[in-house]
């Protein structure tokens, strides 16, 4: 495809005249250099230090600030991250470069072991998935960037967006109620989220299970903001279970140790099928079948998840067959779904406006990412507290969705002032807005292009 360079904020190389103007074109500078700084020949790094793989939730967010400035490069990350989709239908959560050395990132391709699996693609992967947010962003992508080579991208993507949709629908509905299953809170994306405190409690293993391993990510981020030793020895166990079923679903209501069904998980998978209606429409393919299964998965979410005595979504453990308690941005996410009952769009309006979360017309800091008022808020550990850039553009995307302009607005704008103050990091602290782990983060530079460019 050639090359095809689209300026992030104003017209080329004139410095715009205000002052915002110039603020705006400086912050759009930095987040550009942040993907540039990441970008590994078809695909962005979310880090260069903590995550040297491709991951797929983050390919996905990074694409569509792609679309922004290089939409050649939004079509190259979607492609190669799907060209390691398993035979069926599975998107790998990492797909690893090659050259990059095994012990770079833990666990890395020698634990995973997949290519002796069948089925899975030359590149060494995970086992896992993540939230399905790829069909959406592709969209929205295209929808930022149109054009005659970016339709025939999207063409080419569409089936293999569609194997991805079957692969969860048909291998994940453990509950057998219409909803897709996660078999590890890295499935989540928000992989340390109270959410799992329950299940993960329920996973047998001991914390000593990590003196065969070497954490990486302690090496480069603090260890008082990352999952504890014996969360990630869980995390290994869970692994290991399904690993050695050779990441197999059959069966997994009577073997696996963790189950859980999660409103982002499902919220995402919803909204890829609304998406791939418009998609299928634009390519010339039959929309008729997608908006039905939205219009199932947004049924089944609220049957399952909706919980009316605290107002808001919850994860289901399928373990125990109970909502698991913690009310955390989790809850909010179905609002993505463009076809959410109106009676849960205003629950989570209200636990959205709450001090729970803070969202208003004016609002000095992004939602974060648990409950605020919650004895195990914790600002500083990962998923526990912080802000991060995705899930705020995604309630952002559903306030939008849903006509709340004003809330969007509010919101956008405490995103965009977040990162002007504390750069493109990986999260920020939700109440000071200083900026946590990485750095330089994909995710929230190419969001934050994508915020600048709409705002
Ligand atoms: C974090 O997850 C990885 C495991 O997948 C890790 O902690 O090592 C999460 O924030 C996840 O949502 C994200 O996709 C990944 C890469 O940015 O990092």
């Known amino acids: 495809m050639v ?58 967010f990074i694409a569509i600030g792609w679309a922004h400035l290089r939409p050649e490069r939004a079509w190259a990350e979607l492609t190669s991250l799907f060209d390691a989709q398993w035979r069926d ?30 089925g899975t693609p030359r590149t060494v992967t995970s086992g896992l998935v993540q939230p399905p947010v790829h069909a959406l962003a592709a969209w929205h992508a295209y929808r930022r960037a149109p054009s005659e080579p970016a339709r025939a991208a999207l063409g080419r993507l569409y089936p293999r967006l569609v194997a991805q949709q079957h692969y969860l629908s048909n291998h994940r509905d453990v509950g057998g109620a219409g909803l897709a299953s996660i078999v590890h809170p890295w499935e989540s994306g928000l992989d340390n989220s109270p959410a799992w405190d329950e299940p993960l409690a329920a996973v047998p293993a001991e914390a000593a299970v990590l003196r065969a391993y070497r954490r990486r990510d302690i090496v480069h981020a603090a260890a008082a903001h990352r999952p504890t030793d014996l ?39 919803g909204a890829a099928e609304s998406a791939l209606a418009h998609i299928a429409q634009e390519i010339g393919a039959d929309p008729g079948p997608h908006r039905q299964r939205a219009a199932a998965i947004t049924t089944a979410l609220v049957d399952r998840l909706y919980d009316p005595t605290t107002g808001t979504f919850h994860a289901r453990d399928l373990r125990t067959g109970r909502l698991t308690p913690a009310r955390t941005v989790l809850g909010l996410t179905p609002l993505i779904l463009p076809d959410l009952p109106t009676a849960q769009v205003e629950a ?108």
């Open 89 to 118: 239908g599975r998107v790998p959560h990492i797909v690893f470069n090659p050259v990059v050395a095994d012990d770079a990132y833990f666990p890395g391709p020698a634990f995973w072991a997949t290519t002796s699996v069948a």
């Open 348 to 455: 989570i309006l209200v636990e959205a406006g709450s001090p729970r979360f803070g969202l208003a017309a004016r609002m000095t800091r992004p939602l974060p990412s648990h409950d605020r008022t919650a004895v195990d808020f914790e600002p500083l550990r990962y998923w526990r507290g912080p802000s991060w850039m995705n899930i705020n553009w995604l309630v952002r995307y559903g306030l939008l969705t849903h006509g709340h302009p004003r809330l969007a607005a509010g919101l956008g704008a405490s995103m965009i002032e977040l990162a002007a103050t504390a750069g493109c990091h990986e999260y920020f602290h939700p109440d000071t807005g200083a900026g946590l782990g990485s750095p330089a983060f994909s995710w929230t530079a190419a969001l934050l292009l994508d915020l600048l460019a709409e705002m």
């Open 231 to 269: 969360d990630y020895a869980r995390y290994v166990a869970i692994v290991t279970a399904y690993r050695a079923a050779g990441y197999r679903d059959e069966q997994l209501a009577d073997r696996h140790p963790f189950l859980v069904e999660c409103p982002l998980f499902n919220a995402a998978m």
């Open 3 to 60: 090359e095809q360079v689209v300026p992030a904020v104003g017209p080329g190389d004139t410095p715009p005249a205000d002052t915002a103007a110039r603020e705006r074109a400086a912050l759009a500078a930095v987040a550009r250099t942040t993907l540039d700084g990441n970008w590994e020949h078809d695909h962005t790094v979310p880090s260069r230090t903590l995550y040297p793989h491709q991951w797929s939730w983050d390919s996905a």
